[in-house]
């Protein structure tokens, strides 16, 4: 067994650090006051291929395997996770079905665009009424000709303000629940699709996160993606894959919440010491430092399995629910090292705790993550 990281994932690892330290730290607060992420900082996460990660190069992507994807989550999580959460829509919510899925025609159309950043994209399974349970999703699709009628809606769609192609989900076969689902390819100027207000969240503030209505909305027969009745299979796969992505990111903002602890611990006094040299203190950061390593090579090991084209569903989910109970707890404890001031919005440990709670809950809440983890675990897969 080698724990040592390749010279390539080092590479990934420097490279992503030093443009998260120089690009993102900085403007992380101004990103989630603005509720944006600007233009140029978009643009060089495409100029760096952090938007095509695991596109095929023949496909304007990376060709890059899911540790390194990991990697660079984990970097761009610690300094701004509302950038990450772009980052990971985009290569595994939208672009892994396509690669997945997609005819070749549709990875030509869309892959080249999706990896350079030219176009965003967005996933789109929750509705108002089913969340955790998607299937009971009431968006439908009814064919006519060589289009497919959509009516419904869409709930909290990420990166909906700006995305220009949306992989949705809707029920062609209402009777038969998740085996008449099929994912459809829809893109923002299609006549009938109209994205609505902006979510106020409570953390990853710089996303936008958006309804969406369909209404008589034409979308083309050939804009399928995979075969009619078989998009819930699309989506659970999208979102097992996805759930590494989720879980380097809560990875991240534990690491970033523990060195600013520790370091906040070293240069704070109280009772004529610094608060480092209180055992109290140091043993908080011993648990901190405990769990987030736990976490990292859950998060590694998941990628690792998916890297071997082994089965990876129980160890994504694993690394999912760990690494953001991780996240939760680490953000918490270092807001409490910062004692007042981790309360106030100039020190970064409190928008660290914010978005950290995110983590648990989309891509799979929590107890659903508990679900699958059982489910693997009784053989009921
Ligand atoms: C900021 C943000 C961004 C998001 N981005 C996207 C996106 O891009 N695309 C997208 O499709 N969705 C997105 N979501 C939706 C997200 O995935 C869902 O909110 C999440 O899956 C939970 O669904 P729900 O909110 O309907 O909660 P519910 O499913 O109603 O769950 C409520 C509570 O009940 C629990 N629960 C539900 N069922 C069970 C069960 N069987 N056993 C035990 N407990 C259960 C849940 O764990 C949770 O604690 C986003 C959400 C947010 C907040």
Redesign the pocket.
Known sequence: MDFKLSEEHELFRRTAREFAQKELEPRAKEFEDKHKIPKDVLQKLGELGYLGLAVPEAYGGVGADALSYAIVMEELSKACASTSTVVT?QNT?VEFPIVEFGTEAQKRKYLPKLATGEWFG?????EPE????AAGMKTTARREGDVYVLNGSKR???NAAFARLFVVFALTAPEAGNRGVSCFLVERDTPGFTVGREED?MG?RGTS?CELFFEDCRVPAENLLGEENKGFKIAMLTLDAGRIGIAAQALGIAEAAFDEALKYAQERTAFGQPLAAFQAIQFKLADMKAQIEAARWLVYHAAWKKDQGEDYILESSLAKLYASEVASRVADEAVQIHGGYGYIRDYKVERLYRDAR?TR?????S??QK?IIARQLLGRK
């Open positions: 829509v919510l967005a996933f789109a399974l929750t089913s969340g955790s349970d909290f769609i990420t969240k990853i996160t995110i809950i989309y891509e799979g809440t107890e659903i679900l």
